[in-house]
T-cell receptor, first 115, second 112 residues
Framework: DGGITQSPKYLFRKEGQNVTLSCEQNLNHDAMYWYRQDPGQGLRLIYYSQIVNDFQKGDIAEGYSVSREKKESFPLTVTSAQKNPTAFYLC??????????????FGPGTRLTVT | GEDVEQSLFLSVREGDSSVINCTYTDSSSTYLYWYKQEPGAGLQLLTYIFSNMDMKQDQRLTVLLNKKDKHLSLRIADTQTGDSAIYFCAESSTDSWGKLQFGAGTQVVVTP
């Protein structure tokens, strides 16, 4: 079964700790994305990556970091510098290129609670 | 940046048709998408339409695109209680390099 997995589904951390959210895809997609969703709001782009070993900041990158060492994996670290980290985090992936219709496929999400 | 706007809430009776509307501002939009999100879950791609089309039908779903007015709609025929969810429209453009611009979502509540 092809798809995107995110783990864990729920994550609890104390303020001041860094935490890493996992995202893996077996769709052979080139691009991967991290979004943040707050209650009653739409999606805001944190980081995205179009190719291994390269990534770009989205609209709200401050306090977050990513890596893309493998095509299948795009972990997101929420650092202690992120002022308001409690949110629902969504990972997505898509194809790129001339024949792509760029539709993104999403994982099930990780709900992070920081107290 | 470019904007995608949706109404926030829609209430519909079971068995009726639902119409969810979306407007966008980017004149270079290439594809427009509809996603569904159930509580606590990720987004599920429902359908998408290329910007040179004006209609696409897929079972109970009909997408209408008015490119001149930059207006997109999603019609769900014979709405069921399982259709209760948040619906997001999104668009990509030629210079967005795969990034999508999402609306804030429309909460659809289906009542018996």
């Amino acid at each position: 079964d092809g798809g995107i997995t995110q783990s864990p589904k729920y994550l609890f951390r104390k303020e001041g700790q860094n935490v890493t959210l996992s995202c893996e895809q077996n769709l052979n997609h080139d691009a991967m994305y991290w979004y943040r969703q707050d209650p009653g709001q739409g999606l805001r782009l944190i980081y995205y990556s179009q190719i291994v070993n390269d990534f770009q900041k989205g609209d709200i990158a401050e306090g977050y970091s990513v890596s893309r060492e493998k095509k299948e994996s795009f972990p997101l670290t929420v650092t202690s510098a992120q002022k308001n980290p409690t949110a629902f985090y969504l990972c997505a992936s898509s194809t790129l290129g001339q024949l792509s219709s760029y539709e993104q496929y999403f994982g099930p999400g990780t709900r992070l609670t920081v107290t | 940046g470019e904007d995608v706007e949706q109404s926030l809430f829609l209430s519909v009776r079971e068995g009726d048709s639902s119409v969810i509307n979306c407007t966008y501002t980017d004149s270079s939009s290439t594809y427009l998408y509809w996603y569904k999100q159930e509580p606590g879950a990720g987004l599920q791609l429902l359908t998408y339409i290329f910007s040179n089309m004006d209609m696409k039908q897929d079972q109970r779903l009909t997408v209408l695109l008015n490119k001149k007015d930059k207006h997109l709609s999603l019609r769900i025929a014979d709405t069921q209680t399982g259709d209760s969810a948040i619906y997001f429209c999104a668009e990509s453009s030629t210079d967005s390099w795969g990034k999508l611009q999402f609306g804030a979502g429309t909460q659809v509540v289906v009542t018996p």
